[in-house]
């Protein structure tokens, strides 16, 4: 079993910048990659990023040019780094783990951010 703690989520201006962390703990070795979905209000849950152990990233087009995604493997931890945030980047964040970066297997209870001014 995998457990994903997420951190790192607030309140932040339109404009802002935000760093999103995660960690893995347990039995990884099913794990060969992470990544981050997010969930706003109303609407269904979507991927932002993911990268696997070897360092391959893939990012939706949402995060292209403003999210940026890495990690760690000897820390087991992932992070999100979140540039001019907006309105419409308020959600539930949610760490992910997988045996690739297409497929989710564990997930995190999510962390909130909330873009208002």
């Known amino acids: 079993q995998v457990h994903l703690v997420e951190s790192g989520g607030g309140l932040v201006q339109p404009g802002g910048s935000l760093k999103l962390s995660c960690a893995a703990s347990?039995?990884?070795?099913?794990?060969?990659?992470m990544g981050w979905y997010r969930q706003a209000p109303g609407k269904e849950r979507e991927s932002v990023a993911a990268?696997?152990?070897?360092?391959?990233?893939v990012d939706s087009d949402l995060a292209k040019g403003r999210f940026y995604i890495s990690g760690d493997n000897a820390r087991k931890e992932i992070y999100l780094q979140m540039h001019n945030l907006n309105f419409e980047d308020t959600a539930v964040y949610f760490c992910?783990?997988?045996?690739?970066?297409?497929?989710?297997?564990?997930w995190g209870q999510g962390t909130q951010v909330t873009v208002s001014s």
């Open positions: 347990g039995v990884t070795t099913d794990v060969h990659a």
């Open positions: 990268i696997a152990r070897d360092g391959y990233t």
């Open positions: 992910t783990a997988g045996p690739n970066v297409g497929a989710v297997r564990y």
